[in-house]
């Protein structure tokens, strides 16, 4: 039977609500305080709560931020008779379900507990697939079911324990990087530094010191000797992201150094050696630049011993529900709130949306829609704040 609490001072408010709601087959039991809500809530489980929020000793925001602290999950009704925008707003910031003004309309209020019970029993649904999520990102930084996420996660586990260098292509926002530094944690490397390079954020005339290091006084700021990312990753890995944007004159040092596994740092003349393993990664088509004079082939056949590819996020549509679930409950984790959920309609719709941004998009979406939708986000959240 669903099991109901009422945390009200008004003794006529608690008498009539829980007579309504009795008479619905609810099971109900009521609290004349705050103080009393919050010990009764300890104590017993409830499926839904009705809190006021004008109370003495204890009023209703403070029993909400006391059941956010405590962990207590049930969904909670906000009531008053002093209802307007901010104190809505407040309650819905604090974690409440929903927000009802006094006096209270017999169909509101059993629409919005239907709607609470609803969401109780989604989140339920979701915990099998939610624990699934955990143990993906404790093994694994990569989140997915599908095909594509399991022909990598092979891949993975066969030439992450070598030393062999590895090019990943795929479109931004893919996850290449998740990929690379996967690789990294099945080595056997991986006690030793993982260092990202991102080439296409680094100017022309800085790539060679920032890979290279520089001497003391090889350039006009140049006012200490500086180690380069090469020495930095010397038995560890060097993810040299976005390759493909990386200046000619690079591209001939980078390969040199892949050929003898030594550099010299700029204005030195000392040869140093390093043993770091290179993955790379780019987002560009290398064959086609090769053919248009752009990128060299023998630095693009130094570093593509295995290509792994990873997919678009259109290509892999069914890890969406997978990672929309992953990404929400992380979001409310770190923002410290009540975690928040899709229902099925909202999946399905972020399921047809054209991910042009991949993951990185979807990341971005599930946080706005944390942000700025209530605990349930349904189908109509997601078309309103998907643009």
Not at 161 to 174: E, F, H, K, Y
Not at 224 to 235: P, Q, S, Y
Not at 239 to 265: C, H, P, Y
Request: charged share 30%.
């Amino acid at each position: 039977m669903t099991k109901i609490l009422i945390i009200d001072d008004e003794i006529s408010i608690r008498r009539t609500l829980k007579e309504i709601l009795e008479f619905e087959s609810y099971k109900v039991d009521v609290a004349e305080d705050g103080l009393a809500g919050l010990k009764a809530a300890r104590e017993n489980h409830y499926d839904v709560i009705f809190c006021d929020i004008k109370m003495p000793q204890m009023d209703g925001i403070e029993v909400l931020a006391n059941f956010k602290l405590e962990k207590i999950s049930t969904p909670v009704i906000m009531i008053s008779g002093h209802g307007n925008i901010e104190t809505a707003v407040d309650s819905i910031k604090n974690g409440a379900y929903d927000f009802i003004e006094k006096p209270l309309d017999l169909n509101r209020i059993l629409v919005t507990i239907k709607n609470a019970l609803d969401r109780r029993d989604l989140v339920e649904e979701t915990v099998v697939l939610k624990k699934e999520v955990k143990k993906l990102a404790k093994s694994s930084t990569i989140i997915g079911d599908s095909a594509p996420i399991h022909a990598i996660l092979e891949m993975i586990a066969k030439v992450g324990p070598t030393d062999a260098r590895v090019l990943i292509t795929g479109p931004n926002g893919s996850g290449k990087e998740l990929v690379a530094r996967q690789l990294h944690e099945q080595s056997g490397r991986v006690k030793s530094p993982f260092i990202e390079v991102n080439c296409a954020a680094i100017p022309s005339e800085l790539i060679e010191s920032e890979l290279f290091g520089h001497e003391k006084g090889a350039f006009t700021s140049a006012n200490k000797m500086r180690k380069g990312k090469f020495e930095l990753a010397d038995g560890g890995t060097l993810f040299l992201d976005e390759i493909g944007d990386m200046s000619a004159s690079a591209q001939a040092k980078v390969l040199r150094a892949l050929q003898e596994n030594q550099i010299t740092r700029v204005g030195g003349e000392k040869h140093i050696k390093v043993d770091p393993r290179v993955v790379a990664a780019t987002n560009k088509d290398l064959k086609k630049m090769i053919e248009n004079g752009e990128f060299r082939e023998d630095l693009y056949h130094r570093l593509s011993v295995i290509k792994i590819e990873v997919p678009s996020l259109n290509d892999r549509a069914e890890d969406i529900p997978i990672l929309a679930n992953y990404f929400i409950a992380k979001i409310c984790q770190e923002y410290g709130i009540a975690t928040k959920t899709f229902n099925t309609a909202a999946l399905e719709a972020l399921c047809a949306v054209d991910w042009t941004g991949n993951i990185r998009e979807l990341r971005n979406i599930v946080e706005r829609l944390v942000i700025l939708c209530p605990s349930e986000i349904s189908e109509q959240d997601v078309k309103l704040h998907v643009k």
